[in-house]
């Protein structure tokens, strides 16, 4: 079956620090990959997403690359800010017997981020 | 516009009792979505609606799990029996379409089972 892994949390970082978060997967097919968000008190967000291999989402300042050869999707941050202080999903979007995509989202564990001054 | 709500925003509910959760999602969406946020099992899927297909219930995890989507717009989740492994964040998310790939989400149901 499908499945994500991601790094374990929880990361602190100080403000302007480089931010990675690694995500890797395993799924039947080629699915499609997001970041979401949930900012505290908050409902989740899409933050980026890459539907085939090589594509690369980018929002906010948050970077992702679709590596097909290595089944990752890794989030990148050059600088982050206090307010990027949340929780982070990765995901991938499942596909039905036929081949078509149906949306159903299998998500990572999570990683709490944590930023300070 | 509005978004996709659910209500009630918390639930607190004796172990043995009936809860119905609701989601309203955004006008115009065609799929809808069940996922569940516990601290044991993070987010999962429970279940989803598309038009007027039968609906995706793989990801239920017992049979005191039901949901139901009325007239192609609001859903209720229902759960009978609740114990206290039921405990969690219910959240329901809504697409234009299956392949439209953004699923947008609701603020969730937290209930508490005791």
């Known amino acids: 079956g499908n499945s994500v892994t991601q790094m374990e949390g929880p990361v602190t970082l100080s403000e302007e620090a480089f931010l990675t978060i690694n995500c890797t997967y395993t799924?039947?097919?080629?699915?499609?990959l997001f970041w979401y968000v949930q900012y505290p008190g908050e409902g989740l967000q899409l933050l980026l997403k890459a539907t085939k291999a090589d594509d690369k989402g980018s929002n906010k300042g948050f970077e992702a690359t679709y590596r097909k050869e290595t089944t990752s999707f890794h989030l990148e941050k050059g600088s982050v800010q206090v307010s990027d202080s949340a929780v982070y999903f990765c995901?991938?979007?499942?596909?039905?017997?036929?081949?078509?995509?149906?949306?159903?989202?299998?998500f990572g564990q999570g990683t709490i981020l944590t930023v300070h001054p | 516009g509005a978004g996709v709500s659910q209500s009630p925003s918390n639930k607190v509910t004796e172990k043995g009792k009936d809860v119905e959760l609701r989601c309203d999602p955004i006008?115009?969406?065609?799929?809808l979505y069940w996922y569940r946020q516990s601290l044991g099992q993070g987010l999962e899927f429970l279940i989803y609606f598309q038009g007027n297909s039968a609906p995706d219930k793989s990801g239920l995890p017992s049979d005191r799990f039901s949901a139901e989507r009325t007239g192609g717009s609001v859903s209720t989740l229902t759960i009978q029996r609740t114990q206290q492994e039921d405990s969690a964040v219910y959240l329901c998310?809504?697409?234009?379409?299956?392949?439209?790939?953004?699923?947008?989400f609701g603020p969730g149901t937290r209930l508490t089972v005791t």
């Open positions: 006008s115009g969406h065609t799929a």
């Open positions: 799924a039947t097919g080629y699915p499609s």
């Open positions: 998310a809504s697409s234009f379409s299956p392949g439209s790939y953004e699923q947008y």
């Open positions: 995901a991938l979007s499942a596909f039905n017997a036929g081949g078509t995509s149906y949306g159903k989202l299998t």
